[in-house]
């Protein structure tokens, strides 16, 4: 027997097709786009704690009060710490309710007779489209089977 | 005018509040979910074999115009691990060599079954059409153009053994192509987005909707809640919904891996994203009701969020208005937003994405094959709170009232967008 081939994710990292100048213009404005980000980090965390005379070379003028866009900001995280906390607690509740097996009730496999009801076509034909390897299944406008060629 | 200053002072608020409350909860739930499950298992390799009989699994592979595609997907159905299994590819009246690229493989692939549709009638119906001829217990539905991991069928499968009522387990989406910006920011938002929520949402206990790439469902379960609907765009997030309103349960596993391509030009990603917008619409407008009695309430987190991250859209593009009213001078200044605010909020919500991003891209490094440059995204990720919250915001705001005036009943039908740069 061939050794088995393992398998290798097909990614695409490096598309032939895409032109080089497109990736360059990509390459060139995301930088712009980093060192504007930078600029204005530097100017959000100038408003926190750098000193007055800095401000100056800021873009932006400092909120009256900074303190309270972090405190608005504390506030979330401690939220949603406790927000996920409760789901966490659900998860547990769960795992302990259904621990070992499910007795809930399983619905079985439909037979023939429901499939066909669903599908509007004939139970005695579904063993041999089941069965056939190349079907053609014409439908009408509203989308019923109207014919099913094996 | 105070009262008017005052009003929109709360909408800028919650402008800048919502996402970064939610970016919090996807985040810090996503870590959960990953400890609870993820931690600690093995990273490559396939599940261990499960007890008792085996389900009997049928692939279905719903096809329009899928020439490039269908037969690398078809192979590598193919090669899946699980013992037993067969193959449905379903043409669904495609306009290209589909018909005679799958004719082709019947010959060659002896576990691949071909149904093709006379005319084209959409991707419920396809799955429809597949669903009536199949044979399997479980049925795996996949794209057209997806990639299975060998192990990934295995991996969805086991889950239904002992759990009688789960439904539906779906999978771990990863993106293909990733040589651009367009690419690479898709890539990111699969783990940060699209990951963490999915992750999150199953501690709540119900999900906003299965992966329709990579997703198995128990028949029975899908024959209760009435198969497919035909004229919902998003088939996919329609049946989450009609399984989880007869409280079927969804899982999520992240480690049924299906490689996908996405859209890398700005149009095929708009229309991606504004079908994705009006079929969530369809759906929440068809069974958000069904959901408001005291049995749904598991499933009331999901329709909070969805509503309010879709009122948040509206204001965004309110605000976004009201900014540029405000610099062409025609608004008085107390109404408009205050640069400082707009300044600290903007720097706090782009910290707080980047945190986002990090935290998923570590998470799904475990899902990722070695030389996959798997923090690359992080160098692009810049664009994401400009670009993709804006298509989104826009694509909700133009799907939502599409998908009220859409007539019910009619068929949805769609081609997909490009397939990104090859």
Redesign the interface.
């Known amino acids: 027997m061939p050794p088995e081939t393992p398998f290798t994710p097909p990614l695409i990292l490096d598309a032939a097709s895409r032109p080089a100048a497109a990736r360059w213009r990509d390459a060139a404005l995301t930088v712009l786009l980093w060192a504007g980000w930078a600029y204005l980090l530097a100017a959000a965390i100038g408003a926190l704690w750098v000193p007055p005379f800095v401000h100056r070379l800021l873009p932006v003028e400092p909120p009256e009060n900074p303190w309270r866009v972090v405190r608005i900001a504390a506030f979330f995280v401690i939220f949603a710490l406790v927000l996920c906390s409760l789901l966490l607690l659900r998860v547990v509740a769960e795992r302990r309710r259904y621990r070992g097996q499910d007795r809930r009730r399983a619905f079985p496999h439909p037979d023939d007779a429901q499939l066909a009801a669903d599908f509007g076509v004939a139970a005695a034909e579904l063993p041999s489209w089941r069965a056939a390897r190349r079907l053609v299944v014409h439908h009408d406008a509203e989308g019923r089977v109207v014919r099913v060629e094996a | 005018m105070d009262l008017l200053s005052a009003l929109l002072s709360w909408i800028y608020a919650f402008v800048g ?1 919502w996402p ?2 939610m970016m ?2 996807w ?3 996503g870590v ?1 979910f990953f400890l ?1 499950h993820e931690a600690g298992g093995k990273r490559q390799g396939g599940p261990p074999p499960p007890e008792g009989p085996l389900p009997r699994v049928t692939i279905l592979i719903p096809c329009y115009n899928e020439e490039a595609n269908a037969e ?1 997907t078809i192979r590598a159905c193919a ?1 899946q691990s699980w013992p037993d299994f067969e193959i449905v590819a379903v043409n669904d009246g495609s306009r290209d060599r589909t018909a005679e690229v799958l ?1 082709r493989l ?1 010959a060659e692939i002896p576990r ?8 084209n ?1 959409g991707k419920a ?1 396809a799955l ?2 597949g669903a ?4 399997g ?1 479980v049925l795996v539905c996949i794209d057209g153009d997806a ?1 299975l ?2 192990d990934c069928v295995a991996w969805l499968v086991r889950r239904f053994a ?4 789960l439904g539906a387990v779906t999978g771990n989406p ?1 993106i ?6 367009l ?1 690479l920011l898709q890539v990111g938002e699969f783990s940060a987005t699209i990951g963490l929520i999915k992750r ?1 949402q199953r ?3 119900r999900v906003f909707t299965v992966s329709g790439v990579v997703v198995a469902f ?4 899908l ?2 809640v ?2 497919w609907t ?1 004229d919902n765009l998003t088939e996919d997030v329609d049946v989450t919904w009609k399984l989880q309103r007869r409280r079927w349960v969804v899982h999520f596993e992240p480690k049924a ?1 299906s ?1 996908i391509l996405m859209p890398e030009t700005l149009r095929g990603l708009w229309k991606q994203r504004l079908r994705w917008a009006e079929g969530g619409a369809q759906t929440f407008l068809r069974y958000a009701a069904d959901f408001l009695r005291c049995d749904g309430r598991w499933m009331w987190p999901v329709l909070a969020e969805y509503v309010v991250s879709t009122a948040w859209c509206y204001t965004m593009a309110f605000t976004l208005a009201i900014t540029v009213l405000g610099l062409l001078g025609l608004l008085p200044a107390a109404l408009e937003p ?4 707009l ?6 919500l ?2 707080a994405c980047l945190v986002q991003f990090a935290v998923a891209l570590a998470i799904d490094q475990r899902h990722e ?1 070695p030389g ?2 798997v923090w690359r995204p992080l ?2 990720v ?2 994401y709170p ?1 670009a993709f919250w804006l298509l989104s915001a826009a694509s909700t705001a133009v799907g939502f009232p599409r998908a009220l005036v859409r007539r019910q009943g009619r ?1 949805a039908r769609w081609t997909s967008p490009d397939r ?3």
Do not use: C, K
Request: charged fraction near 20%.
């Open positions: 509040y970064l409350m919090l909860v985040t810090i739930g959960i609870l690398e090669a004719d019947l691949l079954r071909v149904v093709h549709l006379a005319q009638q119906m429809r059409a009536m001829v199949a044979n217990e990639i991991h060998p002992h759990r009688p009522r990863r293909r192509n990733r040589s651009s910006l690419g999150t501690l709540t206990g128990r028949v029975a379960a024959r209760d009435g198969w035909a891996l490689y205050a640069p400082s605010l300044s600290a909020w903007g720097m706090m782009s910290v094959p996959a440059q160098l692009w810049i664009w400009a068929r990104g740069f090859r």
